[in-house]
């Protein structure tokens, strides 16, 4: 997946979050999970331009008021996750509200975990198992590691 899919994906998520969900919810409801959401919200807050930078760039970057994006506001202003790390923050805050979500409707979750395990049952290929957040840490650790040591062993080439 790519950054700028992954954009995508976190604006709609959101989107659907406010859109929908939190509307359904009957006050008891909301109570129990303002306060989980509050708390990914400052997380969140740390990249404010995600959705702006999701409408601007990626998803609708011809028609930004008749104009192309570098008229507009260059790229370098957005304040969206930089690096994967940063955006795998990110990535947490919906896994973690969605934790959240799955544990308020028990039986909503049971159906969608029914659902996709009758999908998979008629696939005829076997998938790998995903990586584990630990095993994605650490191939992050040492990605991050190995590229700054070839990078402190090359000189940028000239034009």
């Not at 989980?36 to 959705?51: A, E, G």
């Not at 923050?89 to 509200?97: A, D, G, L, P, R």
Request: aromatic letters at 8%.
């Amino acid at each position: 997946m790519s950054f700028e899919n992954g954009c995508i994906l976190v604006t709609s998520y959101f989107d659907e979050y406010h859109g929908h969900f939190i509307r359904l919810l009957n006050e008891q409801q909301r109570r129990y999970i303002n306060p989980y959401f509050k708390r990914i919200k400052n997380v969140l807050n740390l990249f404010p331009d995600i959705k702006e930078f999701r409408n601007q760039v990626v998803a609708h970057n011809l028609r930004v008021k008749n104009k192309s994006v570098p008229t507009n506001k260059s790229l370098t202003s957005f304040v969206v996750p930089q690096t994967i790390i940063e955006f795998s923050i990110v990535i947490e805050c919906i896994k973690y509200i969605t934790t959240i979500i799955n544990r308020m409707f028990p039986l909503a979750m049971k159906k969608v975990v029914m659902h996709l395990s009758a999908e998979e049952r008629r696939k005829s290929v076997v998938l790998k198992s995903p990586l584990t957040p630990a095993e994605a840490e650490t191939i992050l650790v040492e990605l991050i590691r190995d590229l700054q040591i070839i990078a402190s062993n090359q000189d940028i080439p000239d034009d």
